[in-house]
């Protein structure tokens, strides 16, 4: 699948089938993270791959209690390093992330960004420091099934030419 395929078939996975994810794909979805850019390069992220069942169920426990996740044949939790990089760290893992969740639909498998998790808890369950700052979570496996496309806004509702509120012109048959 190319890089715009991927994109344009990214979706939001909730259902997970109970398979493993073979440990070279998990290689190749963690590697595209760690390949991602960072500011001045500082890569201020580590990532928590948690693969045991009942230290899945209790990550998805302080995530809300959304146990579907422990479902997934994994969870990777994207913390942010302040001390590396104070202003930009949590857009770089961010970054990273988003990197891990195309790899990941490229290979077949689904995932889905987790922002909805008590800080504490998660660094509780993945004995993470204190200092350091849990930005997301997210499912990693086989999909149950792949979620229809949503409706998104109107291209005239979020782009803008030089100003804001300025309509952008398309020229006819460049997108």
């Given at each position: 699948m190319?890089t ?7 979706r939001s ?6 398979e493993?994810l073979?440990?070279q794909?998990l ?11 960072s500011?001045s390069n500082?890569?201020?992220?580590t990532?928590?791959?948690v ?7 209790r990550?998805?426990a ?26 930009w760290c949590?857009?770089?893992v ?9 790899a990941?639909?490229?290979l ?5 960004w987790?922002?909805?998790f008590e800080p504490?808890e998660?660094k509780?369950v993945?004995?993470i ?6 930005v997301?979570?997210?499912?990693l496996?086989?999909p149950e099934a792949?979620p ?8 005239g ?6 100003r ?7 020229e006819?048959?460049?997108?």
């Open positions: 190319d715009i395929q991927t994109i344009l078939a990214r996975v909730r259902r997970y089938r109970p493993p073979p440990a794909h290689r190749q979805i963690l590697e595209a993270g760690r390949q991602a850019p500011a500082r890569q201020p992220w990532f928590v791959v693969r045991e069942a009942e230290q899945k169920r990550l998805a302080a995530c809300r209690g959304q146990m579907w996740l422990a479902d997934a044949a994994c969870i990777v939790v994207g913390v942010a390093l302040p001390e590396v990089s104070p202003r949590r857009v770089d961010a970054i990273a992330m988003e990197n891990m969740v195309l990941a639909r490229s077949g498998y689904g995932a889905c987790i922002g909805a504490d998660v509780a993945c004995g420091p204190v200092e350091a700052e849990v997301a979570c997210t499912p496996g086989a792949w229809e496309p949503r409706e998104r806004k109107a291209p509702e979020v782009f803008f030419s030089e804001y509120g300025q309509a952008i012109a398309f006819e048959g460049s997108g």
